[in-house]
């Protein structure tokens, strides 16, 4: 009944009857082989990325938005943001150019408008340009700067400059 207490687990040391069968006690009845199978590519894998094969597996099971930004974090602690990039790439890559584009913006997520100076001054900008994508910030900065006056130009500059040395 539990004659797999008797087996030994080296294979080599086996009689192969068949792939999924073997006998381990001379003249005795072939049994279902109930040992674990690995491939050789299986014990390659790094443990994080078997945790990360598995953390999509959940994801994909689960499918909602909780699951998914799970599997986020995960992701950014388990993998190198070389493989995190090559992993979007390869999600992106898959999709139609437009939902491609539309799954691009909607994880980057742009700021948006920076609030009036009126209901929250340097303070609120500076808390918008920690969220606002680059893309943003050079928009907004260079329209900015264009706006201002000459010498409101050349005082930012200046600014810029002492900035620059101080550095």
Not at 134 to 144: D, P
Request: hydrophobic letters at 40%; proline letters at 5%; charged letters at 20%.
């Amino acid at each position: 009944m539990y004659t797999d207490l008797q087996s030994n687990h080296f294979y080599r040391n086996n009689n192969n009857l068949r792939s999924k069968k073997y006998q381990d006690i001379a003249k005795t009845k072939a049994e279902p082989d109930t040992r674990r199978k690995t491939t050789p590519i299986s014990r390659l894998i790094a443990p994080a990325h078997k945790s990360m094969s598995r953390s999509l597996g959940y994801a994909l099971t689960v499918a909602d938005s909780f699951a998914w930004d799970g599997f986020a974090k995960v992701a950014s602690l388990r993998l190198a943001p070389e493989e995190r990039a090559a992993l979007a790439y390869a999600a992106l890559h898959s999709l139609s150019p437009y939902h491609a584009e539309l799954t691009a913006c909607a994880a980057l997520s742009p700021a948006g408008e920076p609030l009036p100076s009126y209901l929250g001054g340097m303070q609120e900008a500076r808390s918008w340009s920690e969220f606002a994508a680059l893309g943003e910030l050079k928009a907004y900065a260079l329209a900015a700067y264009e706006a201002l006056p000459a010498r409101e130009q050349m005082a930012f500059r200046k600014h810029i400059s002492e900035v620059e040395i101080a550095a």
